[in-house]
Every structure is written in C-alpha cells, then in structure tokens.
C-alpha cells in the first residue's frame, strides 16, 4: 500500500468514511484513526499496529455531548475535570453503553473516552460527525510519534494516509483516569499531572499503573514505548564512551559527547514535547547505547520516568 502524506482533511474524512485508517496530529502524539462505529475499520487499526486486540481504544469526541450516547454514566466529579481540562490531554474511563463494541473496550464494560484539543482533529470530529478509535500511530510496543515523519518511518506501507499538523505541542500521551469508590484514580500518567487535578479535587490522585487484575490498559504493559536501541535510565557518567548516548534533562558541562539535551532551561514542559523527538533522533544516529538521566518524581517528570522505564524494561529482564 503507498502511504501519502499531506494536509488534505477533506481526503482524511474520506477515508474514515470508507473505512480506512488516517494518521492523525493530537495535542499529545499522533494517532491512528478509524470509524469506531465501524468493525472492519477498528480491526484495521489492529492490524497496521500490529497491536493485539486485548488492549483497548480510546474514543474520541469534539465535545460531552457527542459522547453521551456511547457511556452509561459521567460522573460530577469527572465533568467538573471536563470543564477544568477539556478538550485536552484527559481520558476517562466509564461505563460503556451497548453502542460500544467490545473490540473497542477489549472485552470491557468499561470504554475510554478523550476530547482531543488539536484543531485538525476537532475539524475532522466534527465533520465526521461520529466516534474516532484512535491508539497511537505507533508499530505495538515501540516509540510513540509527534511527527508525521515519525509516523511515516513506522506504518510507511501499512496505512494510506498522514494528515501532518505539525509537531505534537504536549508531546506525552493523555492521562488516563478513573473513579474507584467515589476516588478519581489515575491508570496512566500523562500530560495533565496529579497535582494539576489535585487542584479541582482537593486531593492527590492515587496512581494504579500496573497490571494487577481491575482496568486494564495497553500502557500498562512493562515494556512498551521502547527504542530499537538499548536503553537504560541510568545516572550521568561523566566519561562516557563514544558508543554510549547520553539524554540529559538540561546541559551538564562536565557530561562528555556524545549527548542530547532536552531542555536547555531545565523545563519539564520542554522536554516533555521534545522527549520522544529525540528518542526518535538517538535511535538513528546508531550508538550502542543510550542512557537517559532519570527525571524528578514529579509533575511531568513522573510520566515521563514511567514511559523510560517501560522502555527500558525491555532490555534489562531475563525473558
Ligand atoms: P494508545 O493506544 O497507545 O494510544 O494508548 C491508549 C490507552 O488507553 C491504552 O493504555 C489503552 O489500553 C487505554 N484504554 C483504552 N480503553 C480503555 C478502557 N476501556 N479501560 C482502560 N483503559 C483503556
Ligand atoms: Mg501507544
């Protein structure tokens, strides 16, 4: 299959019309889109990722309105968030209606719902007029993208069409939440930190990120997010070895090359947006190795720790 790559949304729309999946720019990575209200589409996604059907999708919508048919309940304290975030970087996790399929929810009750805030893909929605199932436009299991370039080096051939919006401006998936015996819970951490929702809630989060029986979602699994080239979070060695990569938060003198930094102020928020960009870059310059300094355990930092680690899970276990 040739893959284009363009700024058409009129071709995109046509394309979820018929059925097809459509790379699309989010505020958070780029997605691959389909018809959610369309199996054979759905299993599309699946397929181009080489994703397995377990892990379930999130819907997304121009606005609450559009989803409600497609959830049995959204409760008060998760429209107090809608408000406060919305459309942004936050999933829920809710009761699903019978208009959602259980290839969509991963034979759960329960279905993901997102409001994307970026706005081609809030032309497109509305446009549509319909659900789009987007994961990210991502192969299974490796470096999500925030470019359409990004997108083009992983699904080239396996998908018709790139709608490029530019680079991604969070960079970092959604946060994924959910509500556990009145408590607002967070499954994935994401580009809406746990003290910015402590804010409206009056309390911090507590995260459930692991796969333990209860929700199940694919950035759950250990590794994911990962690098064809071994990589560790690791501390700074100062004399590194020519073969050996070092991605820092912000510039260390004393750090030898080669290395890449990802914010030269040291903001959270920058290297956020350029983390999975220099990924990308580090991955292609072919080193042997690459380390990245862990980050604070806080804010942003902790998501992206939480990705690194997945990442890095893949290379340090026995199995
Ligand atoms: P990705 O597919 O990489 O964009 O990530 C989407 C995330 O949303 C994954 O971690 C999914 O497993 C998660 N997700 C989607 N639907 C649900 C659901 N019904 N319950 C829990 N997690 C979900
Ligand atoms: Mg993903």
């Known amino acids: 299959m040739h893959t284009e790559l363009g700024i058409d949304i009129q071709r995109a729309l046509e394309l979820l019309q018929e059925g097809k999946q459509v790379a699309v720019p989010t505020e958070t990575v780029y ?83 997102r409001f994307p805030k970026h706005q081609v893909l809030q032309d497109l929605l509305k446009e549509f007029g319909r659900p789009i199932a987007a994961p990210s436009a991502n192969l299974y299991g490796q470096l ?35 509500l556990e015996n009145e408590r607002v819970l967070i499954y994935r951490y994401g580009s809406i930190t746990a003290e910015q929702l402590a804010v409206h809630l009056g309390y911090t989060p507590e995260a459930k990120i692991h796969e333990h029986g209860g929700i199940r979602t694919s950035g759950m699994v250990k590794y994911h997010y990962a690098t064809q080239t071994p990589l560790y979070l690791g501390f700074k060695n100062k004399q590194g070895q020519a073969a050996d990569l070092q ?27 350029n983390l999975y960009a220099t990924l990308h870059a580090a991955d292609a310059i072919g080193v042997e190795r690459i380390f990245v300094e862990p980050f604070p355990q806080d804010g942003l930092g902790a998501a992206m720790n939480d990705r690194l680690s997945r990442a890095a899970a893949k290379f340090s276990s026995n199995d």
């Open 31 to 113: 997605g691959l889109a389909a018809d959610a209200n369309h199996e054979d589409a759905v299993l599309g996604i699946f397929a181009a990722k080489n994703r397995p059907h377990a892990n379930p999708l999130i819907l997304h919508f121009d606005h609450l309105a559009s989803a409600e048919p497609y959830m049995l309940a959204f409760p008060a304290v998760f429209k107090l968030l809608y408000q406060s975030f919305c459309p942004g970087p936050l999933t829920f996790i809710v009761p699903k209606s019978s208009l959602v399929s259980e290839l969509i929810t991963g034979g759960q009750e329960t279905v993901a719902i």
């Open 144 to 178: 999500s993208p925030t470019t359409a370039q990004h997108v083009y080096s992983q699904l080239n051939g396996r998908i018709p069409y790139i709608l490029d919006g530019g680079a991604c401006d969070q960079g970092l998936e959604s946060t994924i939440i959910g």
């Open 247 to 273: 991605i820092l938060l912000s510039d260390d003198q004393t750090v030898s090359e080669p290395k890449m930094i990802l914010s030269q102020s040291g903001s959270l928020t920058e290297a956020a947006q």
